[in-house]
């Protein structure tokens, strides 16, 4: 019975001097955080610039320029630029010039000879069914009906060729947006250079005779 009191007591205290440990924490390593850390994307600003400025073209043409145009602005209030860049604007803004007077020309010319093609159409149309010059129309100097239809095809072709170049148009000012947005983040080293130096070739190895002949060296440093 003394022994069974004895363990009981044994126990107690070694429970009560273990809980008295204090335990200290253990330190996590943030060192391995850091080393499974991957490295920073490249991102291609050029790559970005040029859809953006690709986009706006196709929602309105002449926005993708303007959307440069931008650009070339908060480099200059960036000071990431030398000077005030107005030529570069100048330019900007006679592209964007350029893109709406060839499209009002176009949609002009586009006009004028759908009128006059169904000016004729219509000629051709009141001949057939009264036999005689339609005397509102104001085409009373073609007797002709051949020259009317002649007339007639020349200015639906015209016209035909309009619809293609304001197409062409569009297409060549969303192709210029993206180029200038494109090229204004390709930017070449100062290190780039090259250097000629004279040197010889062989120009013939034949039968065991070499032929050595003068020549340049071009050489590129990147």
């Known amino acids: 019975m003394r022994a069974f009191l004895l363990s009981v007591v044994l126990c107690f205290v070694f429970t009560l001097v273990k809980a008295q440990i204090p335990t200290i924490p253990i330190r996590q390593d943030t060192t391995a955080k850091l080393d499974t850390l991957a490295p920073a994307k490249y991102v291609n600003q050029g790559r970005i610039a040029g859809k953006k400025a690709v986009y706006r073209s196709l929602i309105f043409p002449g926005l993708g320029q303007v959307y440069n145009y931008g650009l070339v602005v908060d480099d200059v209030k960036a000071g990431r630029t030398q000077g005030k860049r107005i030529g570069q604007k100048l330019y900007l803004i006679g592209k964007i010039g350029a893109i ?32 005689v010059p339609d ?3 104001g085409l009373t100097q073609y007797p002709d009906a051949n020259a009317l239809t002649v007339a007639k095809n020349i200015y639906k072709r015209n016209r035909e060729v309009v619809i293609i170049s304001l197409v062409g148009l569009y297409g060549l000012n969303v192709l210029d947006a993206y ?7 390709f930017n070449v080293d100062e290190t780039l250079s090259f250097k000629i130096s004279p040197t010889t070739i062989n120009s013939n190895t034949m039968f065991g005779f070499n032929n050595i002949a003068p020549a340049l060296k071009l050489t590129l440093r990147l």
Request: aromatic share 14%.
């Open 100 to 131: 709406y007077a060839g499209g009002t020309m176009l949609v002009m010319s586009y006009i004028d000879n759908n009128n006059n093609y169904n000016r004729f159409l219509r000629e051709l149309q009141y001949r057939q069914v009264n036999g």
């Open 179 to 185: 180029v200038t947005a494109r090229l204004k983040y």
């Open 135 to 137: 005397p509102d129309n």
